[in-house]
């Protein structure tokens, strides 16, 4: 298994933005689809954003379409989020995982806090 561990996450006003990154180790990494989820206070965890391995083609949940940005640097082992135009409704704990789609057999980092004051 992939090990993760984020970080980046933060206490940001509204309309500021933030970059999470998402170290792995594990030679598995660059064969990886890679995610990241988020989970705000009394909700369920949601997807919010896919990168496959070549990169190419990332998805986006449509709630941070235009807004963030997932991308990877497979000489770093690492995933970032970049996140513009934070609003209050982004505050939540930021996970990234893999593989995606998620199974038994996918791993999750420890998470990183994301606060957007109005």
């Known amino acids: 298994q992939v090990?993760?561990?984020?970080?980046?996450?933060g206490l940001v006003q509204a309309g500021g933005s933030l970059r999470l990154s998402c170290a792995a180790s594990g030679r598995t990494f660059s064969s990886y689809t890679m995610g990241w989820f988020r989970q705000a206070p009394g909700k369920q965890r949601?997807?919010?954003?896919?990168?496959?391995?070549?990169?190419s083609n990332p998805s986006y949940a449509d709630s941070v379409k235009g807004r963030f940005t997932i991308s990877r640097d497979h000489a770093k082992n690492t995933v970032y989020l970049q996140m513009n135009s934070l609003k209050p409704e982004d505050t939540a704990v930021y996970y990234c995982a893999a593989p995606v789609p998620v199974?038994?057999?996918s791993s999750w980092g420890q998470g990183t806090q994301?606060?957007?004051s109005s």
Do not use: K, R
Not at 3 to 9: A, I, P, T
């Open 103 to 105: 199974g038994p057999g």
């Open 3 to 9: 090990q993760l561990v984020e970080s980046g996450g």
């Open 114 to 116: 994301v606060t957007v």
């Open 46 to 55: 949601a997807l919010v954003a896919v990168i496959p391995w070549s990169g």
